[in-house]
């Protein structure tokens, strides 16, 4: 069956990611997982290639594809037929979440200041929403922001910061109004040098070993009234609004990868002898390669449904919250087999199923656990908000 999903010039386009792939992302690979962190000259070559800023304006400094996810998609797919989550995952915060917030909340002043280098790659940004005692419920935030002449003085921390390490800016989620509820919470961007604005550890995790991890102090931070992203006291809703993009790309990631995991493993069934034979000609290694092929396409057809939705305007939370949902069980449940498959060698990190294997984890965790997509896609059934 045709997937039918790309133009000529969506091909064409992949042609340049993969040409800048297999010359500043596969040769580094494992450096970055040895270091635990990426260094910022693959952002500044992206940047120069222009595959950061997709969705930003040309007037910005970006390729104005904003209308057309499917250019980013194929930047996931490509990085994932090399296992390169961990720069995906950095790649998707910047493209997926911090340029989108500024492109659609920001002022002109603030696009002009923050989104050239951006797309450049020159600054780096992250989100900080998530608290040591929140979690995905995002009403909990403590971090506060108290007004005062100019501007606001934050105070509070953030964990599990993705970026949090090299960011330069951090649209940061604070309570504005203690008294205001889910009104109380604004959009404040933190930049890098702001007296009081320190970070934790660059933290330790399962899987995405390159991917730089934080924890985030703000100590009275003072931030300016031109750094408010967005309506005072609209954050909680500003941040509902951009939820289904975030998920798009966690699903779309998720269905790349497992694409990958499924090709190699193929290819090493084939290769490996048990019993005198491959072990692809047991009928039960088919069975499963079979299974796991028809699960992959059948959430990719979703997926790729979404993706179209999304850039037609027409993408529902409640479908984001279904395609995340089950592109991330899938890819787990898909990766685990794959794994299985390879025997003894696939606990090996060597082999690139015990890299996915590890990464693919945090899948059903960020972006909201899979457990509130449940949440969102039931009380959407029984008609409760």
């Known amino acids: 069956m045709r997937r039918g999903l790309y133009t000529a010039d969506h091909e064409a386009f ?8 297999a010359r500043e992302v596969t040769p580094n690979l494992e450096r970055w997982e040895e270091e635990r962190l990426i260094g910022r000259d693959v952002w500044l070559a992206a940047g120069k290639q222009g595959l950061i800023g997709l969705s930003a304006p ?25 296992f390169a989550a961990s720069l995906a995952s950095g790649f ?25 280098k951006m797309c450049a790659g020159e600054t780096i940004g992250a989100i900080a929403m ?13 971090t506060s922001a108290k007004k005062v002449d100019g501007g606001w003085l934050v105070s509070g921390s953030k964990t599990f910061i993705t970026n949090g390490i090299h960011a330069d800016l951090v649209i940061t989620v604070a309570r504005t109004d203690p008294e205001a509820g889910p009104n109380g919470f604004s959009l404040l961007v933190v930049e890098r040098g702001m007296e009081g604005f320190t970070r934790g550890r ?8 390159a991917q730089d991890t934080a924890e985030l102090f703000y100590a009275d931070v003072f931030v300016p009234e031109q750094n408010l992203l967005g309506l005072e006291g609209a954050g909680f809703q500003q941040l509902m609004s951009h939820l289904p993009l975030e998920r798009l790309s966690i699903a779309a990631h998720a269905v790349a990868v497992a694409d990958a995991t499924l090709r190699t493993t193929v290819e090493y069934t084939q290769q490996r002898f048990a019993f005198g034979q491959p072990i692809a000609d047991f009928q039960h290694t088919r ?9 992959l396409d059948v959430t990719r ?58 990464d693919a984890r945090v899948q059903r965790i960020f972006g909201g656990t899979n457990e509130i997509m449940r949440q969102i896609i039931g009380r959407d059934l029984i008609g409760r908000k």
């Not at 992949?14 to 792939?21: K, L, N, P, S, W």
């Not at 660059?202 to 070993?209: D, F, R």
């Open 14 to 21: 992949r042609d340049v990611v993969a040409e800048f792939v």
């Open 58 to 82: 040309t007037e910005f400094g970006g390729a104005g594809m904003a209308v057309d996810y499917r250019y980013r998609n194929v930047v996931l797919e490509e990085l994932a037929k090399v």
């Open 92 to 116: 998707s915060l910047q493209d997926d979440i911090a340029i989108p917030y500024i492109v659609s909340l920001g002022t002109d002043e603030q696009k002009r200041r923050w989104l050239p």
């Open 130 to 142: 998530t608290e040591p005692g929140t979690g995905s419920d995002l009403r909990a935030i403590k």
């Open 202 to 209: 660059k933290l330790k995790k399962v899987g995405l070993h």
């Open 287 to 295: 069975f499963r390669l079979a299974d796991l092929a028809t699960e």
């Open 301 to 358: 057809a979703f997926v790729d449904k979404s993706l179209l939705a999304y850039n037609e305007g027409d993408l529902s939370a409640v479908d984001a919250a279904k395609a995340k949902l089950r592109a991330s069980e899938m890819q787990h449940s898909l990766i685990d087999e794959c794994l299985q498959l390879h025997g003894g060698y696939g606990y090996m990190t060597e082999y690139p199923v015990a890299r996915a294997y590890q």
